[in-house]
C-alpha cells in the first residue's frame, strides 16, 4: 500500500505543472521558512537542503498541506522532486561568501548539506492584481481636477475624518499611558502602531503591552501629577476660559469640514488668480470723472469723451499684456 502510494506521488511530480503547484505552496506562508540575502546584487531567499527535505517529509505543526498535493512518504521521494527542482531551474545551489552574500555554486545537483536559492519567485497573479489597481488608483487621483462635485466632497469629508481619527487616537493613546504611567506602570494601546520596520498587519499586534516602570521615574511621574491636577483645578475654577478653549475647537472642526477655514477674501483671490487684473467699466468712468483737469473735461464734446475713452481702454489693456509677456 505504501509503495503504491509513492509510486502515485512521484509520478504526480513527474509533470512541471505540478512541480509548480508544489513551489506555489513551498514560497507561502505555510511553506518552510527561509532567509534573506543578497546575491549578484539582487535579494533572493534561501534555504538548506535538509530543511527542505525534513518539511517535505514531516510539516511542521499545523501546516495546512495542500488537499491537491499528495504528501512524500520516504526522504527518497523528496530528494527526488528537489532534485527535479534544482534541474528544472526552480531553485540553483549556492555558497556564502560572507554575512547574507551569497555567490552561485559549481555544483548543481542537489545535496542536504547544500545551501539553495528559489528562483521561482511563487504565483504573481496576486502581485499583478496589485499593480493594476495601483495604477488605476494612481490614474484615479491624478484625475481629481475632472471629478464630479460629488466625488470631491467625499473626498474631503474623508480626508479631514481620517486626520480627526488619527489625532485623536494619538491623543488617547498619550493621555492614557500618562494616567497608568504616573501610577508606576507603562501601558501602551497598539504599542507598535507606528513602528515602520513591521508590516501592516504586525503594526496592530498586541493590542496593549502592559510592565512595571524602571526606576528613577519616581520625581518625573510626581511632577507630571501635579502639571495633570493643576490643569483640572483650572478647568473647573476657570470655565469661562476652558469653555471658550472647548467652543473654539468645536468651531475648527466645524470650518474644518465645511471648507472654510480661509477667509472670503482670501478665497476669492484664490478663485480669481488666473483673471486678468482689469479695472471694471464703472472704475474708469469714475477715474475718468475724477481726472485732474476737470474744466479740459468740461471742454470737450460727448463725442470727443466717448473716444478719449476708449483710447485709455486700448492703452491699459495693451500696458496689461506687455506685462504678462
Not at 523528496?78 to 560572507?98: D, N, P, T
Not at 502581485?127 to 484625475?143: A, K, N, P, R
Not at 476652558?242 to 474644518?256: C, P, R, S
Request: with cysteine; glycine share 6%; net charge negative.
Amino acid at each position: 500500500m505504501a509503495s503504491a502510494e509513492s509510486e502515485q506521488s512521484g509520478s504526480f511530480y513527474d509533470e512541471v505543472e505540478n512541480l509548480k503547484i508544489l513551489c506555489n505552496f513551498l514560497r507561502s506562508t505555510e511553506g518552510p521558512p527561509v532567509r534573506e540575502a543578497v546575491e549578484m546584487d539582487k535579494r533572493v531567499y534561501y534555504l538548506k537542503g535538509e530543511k527542505l527535505v525534513n518539511f517535505l517529509v514531516t510539516p511542521k505543526k499545523g501546516t495546512k498541506w495542500p488537499k491537491n498535493l499528495p504528501k512524500f512518504k520516504t526522504r527518497q521521494e523528496a530528494i527526488a522532486v528537489c532534485k527535479s527542482l534544482c534541474k528544472l531551474q526552480f531553485m540553483h545551489r549556492s555558497e556564502k561568501r560572507g554575512k547574507g552574500d551569497l555567490v552561485i555554486s559549481r555544483e548543481r545537483d542537489f545535496d542536504e548539506s547544500g545551501i539553495f536559492t528559489w528562483i521561482y519567485e511563487g504565483d504573481k497573479s496576486f502581485s499583478h492584481m496589485m499593480t493594476t489597481v495601483l495604477i488605476i488608483g494612481f490614474l484615479f487621483c491624478v484625475c481629481f481636477p475632472i471629478w464630479p462635485n460629488f466625488l470631491k466632497v467625499f473626498a474631503w469629508y474623508m480626508s479631514v475624518s481620517f486626520l480627526i481619527f488619527i489625532f485623536f487616537l494619538i491623543t488617547f493613546r498619550g493621555l492614557l499611558f500618562l494616567f497608568v504611567w504616573v501610577l508606576g506602570y507603562d501601558f501602551w494601546f497598539l504599542p507598535n502602531l507606528f513602528d515602520e520596520s513591521l508590516g501592516f498587519v504586525d503594526s496592530f499586534k498586541p493590542v496593549f503591552s502592559f510592565e512595571k516602570t524602571k526606576d528613577g521615574q519616581l520625581m518625573y511621574r510626581v511632577g507630571s501629577a501635579v502639571a495633570f491636577f493643576g490643569f483640572c483645578w483650572w478647568a473647573v475654577t476657570q470655565p469661562s476660559e476652558f469653555d471658550g478653549y472647548v467652543k473654539a475647537q468645536g468651531d475648527f472642526i466645524k470650518d474644518l469640514y465645511a471648507g472654510t477655514l480661509l477667509s472670503d477674501i482670501s478665497q476669492a483671490d484664490k478663485e480669481n488668480i488666473d483673471k486678468p487684473k482689469m479695472e471694471s467699466l464703472e472704475d474708469l468712468l469714475k477715474n475718468l470723472d475724477s481726472s485732474d483737469d476737470p474744466e479740459e473735461e468740461d471742454e470737450l464734446s460727448e463725442e470727443e469723451r466717448l473716444d478719449k475713452m476708449m483710447e485709455d481702454l486700448v492703452d491699459e489693456e495693451e500696458y496689461i499684456t506687455s506685462d504678462e509677456e
